[in-house]
């Protein structure tokens, strides 16, 4: 049973560029939230996508936006990219908007320059 | 001001000695209650969760937890530490007024010494 994966592990951006970052849940679950986790820091919760909608959001600028696809998985894009945006990104998926129980992806690390 | 609060920012104990990580959260309602570890450039791995009924839970690699409504806590506990246990762990919480979104503490650094 394929766990969360995201892609791509590692990334190196330029201040003022776009990222676009991707997930794909666990299997059987259909809701998908991103976090933010800077270095020395717990993770943040940036937002949470169920049925293709964002369904809450956490106090992150609308720089920070997503997309969720038919099949479940997701996008998180940042535009005009910060030497602060530099953070591990974790995606969790859920087996629905109330499902508390949150499995993680190994998370992509971006690196602003 | 509502929050997690993990008071250790680091913990080093010896293998084979006991453990025990705090974590104090402070919302109005009793929220669901989590551990999670993290590997170095890892993800993260959840270690056990409380919903409700017993208060003492029991998790995966040998670690428990005990929820205690009067003091706002959910402690971490392990008898018996083994080197492979050296991570960080994190406490989150995901409070019910705020959907099922966590919340989560700054997390704890344990270091195992041989």
């Known amino acids: 049973d394929a766990g969360v994966t995201q892609s791509p592990t590692h990334l190196i951006k330029t201040r003022g560029q776009q990222v676009t970052l991707r997930c794909s849940p666990k299997s059987g679950h259909d809701t998908v939230s991103w976090y933010q986790q800077a270095l020395g820091q717990g993770p943040q919760f940036i937002f949470q996508?169920?049925?293709?909608?964002?369904?809450q959001r956490g106090n992150f600028p609308d720089r920070f936006s997503g997309h969720q696809f038919p099949n479940y998985s997701s996008e998180l894009n940042v535009n005009a990219l910060l030497l602060g945006d530099s953070a591990l990104y974790l995606c969790?998926?859920?087996?629905?908007?109330?499902?508390?129980?949150?499995?993680f992806g190994p998370g992509t690390r971006l690196t602003v320059t | 001001a509502q929050s997690v609060t993990q008071p250790d920012i680091h913990i080093t104990v010896s293998e084979g000695a006991s453990l025990e990580l705090r974590c104090n959260y402070s919302?109005?309602?009793?929220?669901?209650l989590f551990w999670y570890v993290q590997s170095p450039g890892q993800g993260l791995q959840l270690l056990l969760k409380?919903?409700?009924?017993?208060?003492l839970v029991q998790g995966i690699k040998g670690f428990e937890a005990e929820f205690k409504r009067s003091q706002s806590s959910f402690n971490l506990r392990k008898p018996s530490v083994h080197w492979s246990d050296a991570a960080e762990y994190f406490c989150a919480v995901a409070p019910m007024e705020y959907g099922n979104k966590l919340v989560f503490g700054a997390g704890t650094i344990l270091r195992v010494k041989s």
């Open positions: 919302y109005g309602a009793t929220p669901y």
């Open positions: 409380y919903f409700s009924g017993d208060t």
């Open positions: 969790a998926s859920s087996s629905d908007p109330t499902g508390f129980e949150q499995y």
């Open positions: 996508y169920y049925e293709e909608e964002e369904r």
